[in-house]
């Protein structure tokens, strides 16, 4: 069974552009969360989605949004990145609740110069 | 929401050695997981384990819920082991809303 992908692995943006991140869970899972990792910070929850609708979300700002489409595959997008945002964007994908065992994907790693 | 302290932040061992780590939580939750992290950043799912103990290999977890805490044991550490261990709990500690994190402990395994 395949795991979790993210795509794009790396990417370089300036501040100020947008960015999409792609998230393909594992077969048969419905739920994508989304997690954003930083040295100061650590890892913090942005948000999940169940059913394409999203069902929890974490404390970040409007700027950070997300969709998943019928076959649970997810993005999330990020608008007029600031340097702040660079960070390692993680992916996971459960078979029920945003809480239920978490299967994680590799990251996206953006670097806002 | 939950608070997740880990310790020690830092831990470095021989190949061989055996190690604990431990994750306290500030308050009742209905799970607990632990992951480790690669160096190529994925999190490796290690237990799910809201109550009692679980055993992998050379890797087994207990949670004492009622005392609030949760210790890893990885015996005959491996130079593979090394990397970053986190335990997690649901924000709200007996909700789904996503998982609040600890800072981690950091292992090195040398040869």
């Known amino acids: 069974k395949a795991g979790v992908t993210q795509t794009p692995r790396y990417l370089i943006k300036t501040r100020g552009q947008q960015v999409t991140l792609s998230c393909s869970p594992i077969s048969g899972h419905r739920s994508v969360s989304w997690y954003q990792q930083t040295p100061g910070q650590g890892l913090q929850f942005l948000f999940e989605?169940?059913?394409?609708?999203?069902?929890n979300k974490g404390n970040f700002p409007g700027r950070f949004s997300g969709r998943q489409f019928s076959n649970s595959r997810s993005e999330m997008n990020v608008s007029t990145l600031e340097l702040g945002d660079s960070a390692l964007y993680l992916c996971a994908s459960s078979p029920g609740t945003a809480t239920g065992e978490l299967f994680f994907g590799e990251g996206s790693r953006l670097t806002v110069l | 929401g939950i608070q997740v302290e880990q310790s020690p932040p830092d831990l470095i061992l021989q190949e061989g050695a055996n190690s604990t780590l431990r994750c306290n939580f500030s308050d009742s939750v209905n799970n607990l997981q632990w992951f480790h992290q690669n160096p190529w950043g994925q999190l490796i799912n290690l237990f799910y384990i809201p109550s009692g103990t679980k055993q992998n290999g050379r890797l087994s977890a207990t949670t004492v819920a009622t005392e609030r805490y949760s210790l890893l044991y990885i015996s005959s550490s491996q130079t593979t082991d090394s990397g970053v261990y986190f335990c997690?709990?649901?924000?709200?500690?007996?909700?789904?809303?996503?998982?609040?994190f600890g800072k981690g402990t950091h292992l090195i395994i040398q040869p």
């Open positions: 989605y169940f059913s394409e609708t999203q069902r």
């Open positions: 997690a709990a649901p924000i709200s500690g007996g909700g789904a809303d996503g998982l609040t």
